[in-house]
């Protein structure tokens, strides 16, 4: 019965993932916010003049596009006997993108990123736009989530016992929405039994 489902979805090959906000963050809190809930993008815990991180991260759909609320900290300073002298804030930035495929990974293409207040209002100054802009510049060049690695990686698992093996001989990303409540991502692949 399972090689006879195998055999009909063959000819539709087409399957549409729908990957929740809330397992984003989840596999964010567990991957990437490791130190104490923490992504540090410049130095870390132990250093107190000069670090930089994020926290908090809370992503959603807006407008075709994805959105993400973190808070930043930051401080760009020098340690003078025991002080810190220098630049320092801390503020909710707000990120949003466009996701696209490429090479089998999903990666982000206009990147925006702003400053806000507590209340949501835009935070301006040197110190809001230098980060927002290195933000920007390092999420558009960094984030490579290597999607086909990952299907090869679940699709070609075998139970322990089995008498056939899984080969996964072609994949792509075809189309990604941003939904309000998912990133709906559909996938062309062929998947051999042997």
Known sequence: MFLLSLLFLSGARAAELQIYYTAIQKILAQEVFT?????????????????????HPELHGENGRLALKARFTGRSALDVF???????????????????????????KDVRVEGRAARGEPRTGYYVRRVCAALSDSLRKQFDYRVGDQARRILEQTAPQAAYRQELLDFSVTQMQVMPDALVVTVDFRLAVK
């Open 82 to 108: 025991g002080r810190c002298i220098g630049l320092g804030d801390s503020f909710d930035v707000y990120i949003t993108a466009v996701p696209y495929e490429h090479n089998q990974s999903i990666g982000l």
């Open 35 to 55: 130190n104490d809930g923490r992504r540090y993008l410049r130095g870390s815990p132990a250093e107190k003049c000069s670090f930089a991180y994020l926290e």
